[in-house]
């Protein structure tokens, strides 16, 4: 059984001109070990299929139509809220975007870490490694042991004595490993990670990639990477997704999806990244910007900006079909492969 | 040399609360760079290593501890109010993040033409031709204008930063100080956004002063570039050999953590890895 | 937010039209908002048209009829009659004239000056600063109504010197948010980006931060139009605001305060017109708080 399944998840938003249909069936499968990149440009749902994923987005405005979510076969979408909260302590651990937001400058580092540890504690006594009887001293103590585990483990030095810091005295990069840490603790299956990097200087990027990179060779973790980064994704994801107003339009392994792209879209978005053999001027860029998802052209999304747009593409959203073994296409143009149809 | 920084040092005095003692952070150490008439010069550098207070120093808007800048071959510290303003109508800058450099009550229109009004003396436009001119430019950058009268809000990053750089170009600046424009974009709009500056900068004889941490892209629009690091030049020379030779640590350092678009060459899958 | 590139404004004036619609779809949201606008603009009807319609104009000119004391309310009189024998619905309606004018004009004098003073010392800093604001701290320690009391014990009673008296104790309030906004906004981008165009200080303020600090002047002006007639009301009640026989919601409760419980018409109606005012420009102001949110721009 996959360890995350979405299937035709269509999602709804509610806003002044009306409701927008920003999820617009995703498909996709996580196995453990894997680590998706899913890319796209602003706006075309990324952050909503993760919030999805642990049900933060909150409703309304937001409204799923139709579509299902299962982590090994549990539908997160008919999930009660306690369930829920139980999940997004243990199971699937989530990363934001910045790292200054979502740590409070109040309160220690430490104390921060704890509260999540016990958190996680309370749903899976054995995360803390004492009894269940345990006092309440005892299982503090024990938090606080594994905060500074957690700590250590994600590359902070002299961990013990960093614990009782404030927020403001970490620098960025160790404040999103801070995160990372308390994304980490209930142990999770599955990791949503919404633009971890993108805040952080490439030096700092480079240790944190380097990082999430061992975690999941260690714990056999599936992760999605939300980003923007396609130089991320290619180093170190071993699948991609590329989303376009709120489809996936092209995924499969890494290597296929760069070397091979098929969708224009893609081709087009890896044309946007200056190269090093790139002369100036020579940059190709994709013309146009994204479609007003309140009134999306008819058929696929992508075909007003096109450069190879053909009647048909007006007619329906093309299902995806696979051009090769681990990757498929969302694109009338898309030559089904002969042995990966079966 | 259009623009010579020389020596340039600049401390600010940071106070912890109203007991202890002020100290000083020094944010730029003895830079000295210059920058030739028509070229793209590149200042790269990690955050917080002192780049937009160089830009700032450069449009006098902090002054220097020590050290000159000149501009054209005149000190900029000794212009009078006046002259000062007059030089800013040949210096412009475009913002790293195109949604809070425009105000939010005001129109397209007005935003643009708002450097047309301050340096009214200058230009010597009345209201109708600014009007035309700002029409113009909103062709130049690709908008059209029909989005004349509407507010930033309604546009996407990519358009406000063509609205950013058209406010930019309203007084015929030589000198355009680039402060990470493409930072805040798509990478399909930052492409658009560098081929419109390759663009501008062929038919208008621009020169660039083009801050960036992304080397790509720096590597893509600049002859040369300068690289800073915790407010020191590190190192500094023609684009090529630098990404090809770099000699100080720091850039090798940054030319390893860049992250390439290209599966073959991550750092993290051994090359003769297979597919899936 | 996606682009909406088919519709194109073709003036600034449409385009201004067109955001009002979107604030005024945030302000529906809430009915408690859309409550204390209509509890505002019938009041404010009440005001302008209420003296001329009133069933009895000459008692709230002044003129007594004993024969009728103290009725409890009846169709003949709504709101019964007072201790001289006059309508109280008549007075209450002529008396929102002059409460809500003297609120009106203690807000509008406390914000200008308050957002002069506020925008000054915000914006030089330095000693200005430090004069103009322990200047308002000043104002701040004495409370209000304390203030406003003496100033118009000093000036005499009269509807004008009322305001005055009470303007004063009420701009540092102003002063101290707009000084507080000025300071954030002076570091926004878009106000570095105009000084980097060579834009000098007037334009700056004018055109930069005075219209983005708007907002909330206009909110706390809304919420405080409510203290503002509580203010008018109290100075009345304790008999230096305005003199009868000009009917004004304060004094009427003042007079009426002695025949409490047992003709307690004489009391209830002002009471409640004044709690009914209070109410609803404090519902408006958190209405247009969502209206004007920048973060809720959808
Ligand atoms: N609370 C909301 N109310 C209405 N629309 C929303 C809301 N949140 C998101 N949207 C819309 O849903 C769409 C997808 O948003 P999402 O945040 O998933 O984009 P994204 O791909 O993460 O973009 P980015 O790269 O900018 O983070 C956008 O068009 C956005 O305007
Ligand atoms: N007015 C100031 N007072 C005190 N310190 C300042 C001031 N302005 C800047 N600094 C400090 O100077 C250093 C350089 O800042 P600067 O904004 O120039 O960095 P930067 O290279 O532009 O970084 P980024 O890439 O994040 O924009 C920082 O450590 C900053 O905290
Ligand atoms: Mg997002
Ligand atoms: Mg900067």
Known sequence: ?342 | MILRIENVTKDFKVSHGPLARATHFTALKDVSLSVGKGESFGLVGESGSGKTTLTRLILQLDRVSSGRILFDGTDLASLSARDLRHLRSRIQIVFQDPYASLNPRMTVHDIISEPMEIHQDTLGLNARQRTDRVVELLELVGLGGQHLFRFPHEFSGGQRQRIGIARALAVRPEFLILDEPTSALDVSVQAQVLNLLHELQAKLGLTYFFISHDLGVIRYVCDRVALIYRGEIVEQGETERIFEAPESDYARLLLSAMPEPDPDRSPFRPPAASAG | MTTLAEKVPASATSSRWENARRGFYRFRNSWLSIAGLLIVLVLFIIAVIGPSIVPYPEHVAGSVSTATRFQPPSALHWFGTNELGQDVFSLVVAGSQISLLAGLAVVAVGALVGTLVGAVAGYFGGWTDEVLMRLADLKLTVPSLILAMAVAAALGPGILNMVIAISISWWPGYARLVRGEVIAKKEEMFVQAARALGAGTGRILRRHILPNILTPVIIKMSLDMGFAILTVASLGFIGIGVKPPTPEWGSLLSIARTYMPDYWWTAVFPGSAIFLAVFGFNLLGDGLRDVFDPKARR
């Open chain 1, 1 to 342: 059984m996959a360890l995350l399944e979405i299937r035709d998840l269509h999602l709804g938003m509610r806003s002044f001109e009306g409701e927008a249909h920003v999820l617009n069936g995703i498909h996709l499968t996580v196995e453990r070990g894997e680590i998706w990149g899913i890319v796209g440009e602003t706006g075309c749902g990324k952050s909503l299929t993760g919030l999805s994923i642990s049900r933060l987005v909150s409703t309304p405005p937001g409204r799923y139509i139709t579509g299902s979510i299962s982590l090994e076969g549990r539908n997160l979408l008919t999930a009660s809220e306690p369930e829920m909260q139980s999940l997004r302590g243990r199971r699937i651990g989530m990363i934001f975007q910045d790292p200054t937001t979502n740590l409070n400058p109040a309160f220690r580092v430490g104390e921060q870490i704890v509260d999540v540890a016990l958190h996680a504690g309370g749903l899976d006594p054995s995360i803390l490694g004492v009894g269940a009887k345990a006092s309440r001293s005892e299982r503090k103590k024990a938090a606080r042991n594994l905060a500074i585990d957690m700590l250590a483990k994600v590359g902070i030095p002299k961990a013990g004595e960093r614990i009782d810091d404030y927020p403001h005295q970490f620098s960025g990069g160790m404040r999103q490993r801070v995160l990372i840490a308390m994304a980490l603790i209930g142990r999770p299956d599955l990791l949503i990670a919404d633009e971890p990097t993108t805040a952080l200087d490439v030096s700092v990027q480079a240790q944190i990639l380097r990082l999430l990179y061992d975690l999941v060779q260690e714990h056999q973790l599936g992760v999605l990477l939300i980003t923007h980064n396609l130089g991320v994704v290619a180093q170190i994801c071993t699948h991609v997704a590329v989303m376009y107003a709120g489809n996936i339009i092209e995924s499969g392994s890494v290597r296929e999806v760069f070397k091979n792209p098929n969708h224009p879209y893609t081709t087009g978005l890896l044309a946007s990244v200056p190269t090093a053999k790139m002369k100036r001027g020579e940059l190709q860029g994709l013309p146009g910007s994204v479609p007003n998802l309140l009134a999306p052209p008819p058929g696929c999304r992508f075909a007003p900006r096109c450069a190879a747009v053909q009647p048909r593409c007006t007619a329906a959203i093309p299902p995806s079909v696979a051009v090769a073994a681990h990757h498929e296409v969302a694109c009338v143009l898309a030559e089904p492969h002969a042995s990966a149809a079966a």
